[in-house]
């Protein structure tokens, strides 16, 4: 197809159009380049002498060559006057020395967007904007428009401004920006999006179906997408997100940083988006500026009848713990979970050591809970709790944070948390943790919370809550009615911990996933680093901890029985090669890559029996 340009001085053909015809040799010229209407510039290669056949009529140009048309061929007004050509609109024909010949006049066809691609692989830093150049398949263009890959954009969560660029042999400036937490690679060859010679609606139009097209990337249209920080409304999830990660973000950049690492490990780009929205939605969630506690009545935690109040001094501690002592303090003050006291009622802090060797703030309440009548309320059996994820195929785990601290205290039960430091009396505002009836109490709080969503779509175990479901869809409606319950509520989570939309999950001291559940990595681990025991204390402590699995190692009783002696008070400590070879077949049974295949009730059972002289047990089989 040929173009008939009216504005044109000059006569042009592409260099790959004149490639595939027979021609005379290209003349070089002196002119090495001319001016676009635009400002631009096409450069020039020589010029040809053609013989352009209109009908049977035969008619020559002086054509020059170049490789920056986006047409075949410009015939301009050189050959327009040299050859009397009228254009007659009314019939839409050209027509040549007066009517001698004459050719159908046909719409300019619009010129189809092509990919820019990445030039070389680059590494663009977290927080920060780097330019870099792209490549097309035109050699030069001006005012060329650049529209970006979408799917690129929320597949590597980077954003790719449109913009108007400047083709030079073949390559255009771009810029990307990562937003991000996370150094981003792109590699070579990578499609950026689409550039187009043209910013009219119908090329705009083209260029938006094209974007549509690119692989794993669509667009639903919710009936009613908002933000829910300026209230803008928006037709469609990927116009809502880029407004939240790139417009609407700059109030909320920390709680976006917060949700951003949550969903980076989806890999299809619709489904992250869509997992995006949802938790940004409950953004609240995710606030960890303060612990503002929640919206449920105090928590009664401390009967103690009528006992006088106990009071204890406080202990004398060193410099580094008091340090840290003052700094804990502080930091509950300023959360509005202590509070100054004048109570009659004080129990000391002292400073204990974690697993990893840090110190941990905790109050000996161990005299007032000698005195506090138990809560009976029950916590989930584990057993019970790991079965129901039976048949699910993708997990969610929340992890509230400072679950316990979250909770309001019942005022009149406040003065009984009362704790002494070398500098003050303070007591809690919220449950605090070392009560003997928290965790009941906690629980109790906890399916309050969730309701009727227990047991159908989510288990808690005190502060950590899972969500299950068949797929993914299923579990985009789960996690949303669950963040719905604890934001309800005004409960933070602790995103650090918290695990979306996962093909397997650690929980509760087990690896969960579609094919049934096993130890976690870091458990077998300690008991296989376990050192062979030198008191009773010590093989007790291997076998409760190896006894927590008993139920993935097939005849644990007979097993277990030479060390099942060291759980009776006062048994004399004695170690023989009867015991050795216990600990070592406990800790080999529990290497072995056994999975436990969850219960499917649809199926018959078989009772097996796991016996010996000492003990008797059994399980069951499918």
Known sequence: MILVDTGAAISLIHDNTLSTMRHKPIVSCSLNEVHTANSGFISLLGIVKLTVQINHLDTQVDAYVTRDLI??????????????????????????????????????????PVIMSLSDSIVIPPFHQQFFYGYVPINSLNDALFTPNIALQHGRMVLLPHSLLHIRDNRGVISIINNTRHSKLIPRNTPLGFVSSSTTTADLNVI?????????????????????HCGVH?????TLYDHLFYCCNKDFTCTTQNITPLVQHIDDPVKRIKVYLMLHHYYQLFDDSCLQGITCSPQCAINTHSQAPLAEHPRRVSHLNREIINNEVKKLLANGIIEPSNSPWASPVVIVKKSDGSPRFCIDYRRLNSITQKDVYPLPRIDDVIERLNGSHIFSKLDLRSGYFQGPLAPDERAKTAFTTPDGLWEFTRLPQGLKNSPSVFQRLMNQTLGSLRWDICLAYLDDIVVYSPSFDRHLLDVKQVCQALHASNFKLNYNKCAFFQREISFLGHKVNADGCSPTDDNIRSIVQFP??????AAHSFLQMVGFYR???SRFAQISAPLNKFTCKGFPFIWTETEQSAFNQLKDAITSPAVLILPDPSQPYIIRTDASSSIAGYFFSA
């Open 71 to 112: 047409c075949p061929m410009i015939l301009g007004r050189d050959w327009i006057q040299q050859n009397y050509v009228n254009i007659n609109f009314c019939t839409n024909r050209i027509y040549l020395y007066n009517g001698l010949a004459s050719a159908p006049l046909l719409p300019i066809p619009r010129s189809e």
């Open 208 to 228: 938006t179906t094209a974007l549509m097209n690119f692989p794993d990337f669509s667009s639903s249209s919710p009936s009613s997408l908002s933000c829910n």
């Open 234 to 238: 928006f037709s469609t999830e990927l």
């Open 532 to 537: 062979t025991p030198q008191s009773s204390k």
């Open 551 to 553: 139920k993935f190692i």
